[in-house]
């Protein structure tokens, strides 16, 4: 992989991660919002915490995208569970929220589980029965 497809990864992770974050915090300043209060939504996405997440959360779908184009959903999806590493990280850092045990171990499985779909080839090897041209090479024989 090049150094381009990982900074694509990390980006995911980073902009996942601080996306929600954002998203959280603005929610929680604007309070309650129902669907069926058009203005308090609209009021809500107004809020800057919530807008910037937003904006993070649409960098993040842009960055996922790009990585589907090139790598396997098998190999992209687990890749991006690290932004929820990151996430339990900032609020124990930034925001001095506790971390139970449980938390702490899953934050640890999820880690271990990247570096093993990380060690694999980012798209899965195609065997030449499966693909179309194979078929089509077939059907002229």
């Known amino acids: 992989m090049t150094f ?10 980073v ?3 601080t996306g929600d974050s954002l998203l959280a915090r603005g929610m929680k300043v604007a ?9 308090g939504l609209i009021f809500s996405i107004l ?4 807008a910037a997440g937003i904006l993070f959360l649409l960098a993040f779908f842009a960055s996922y995208t790009s990585a589907l184009s090139w790598a396997d959903l098998t190999y992209v999806l687990p890749a991006s569970s690290l932004g929820y ?3 339990a990280l ?6 001095l929220e506790q971390i139970p045990f449980t938390r702490w171990l899953g934050i ?14 980012s798209v899965t090897a195609r065997h030449p029965h499966d693909s179309e041209q194979a078929i089509s090479q077939e059907a002229r024989s």
Do not use: C, E, Q
Not at 4 to 13: D, P, Q
Not at 90 to 95: A, M, P
């Open 4 to 13: 381009r497809k990982y900074l694509v990864l990390a980006g995911i992770t």
């Open 15 to 17: 902009f996942s991660a």
């Open 31 to 39: 309070g309650s919002v129902s669907p069926h209060d058009l203005s």
């Open 47 to 50: 809020n800057p915490w919530v």
């Open 85 to 87: 590493v990151l996430v």
């Open 90 to 95: 900032v609020g124990r850092f930034v925001f």
């Open 108 to 121: 640890a499985m999820i880690t271990a589980g990247v570096g093993f779909v990380a060690a694999g080839p």
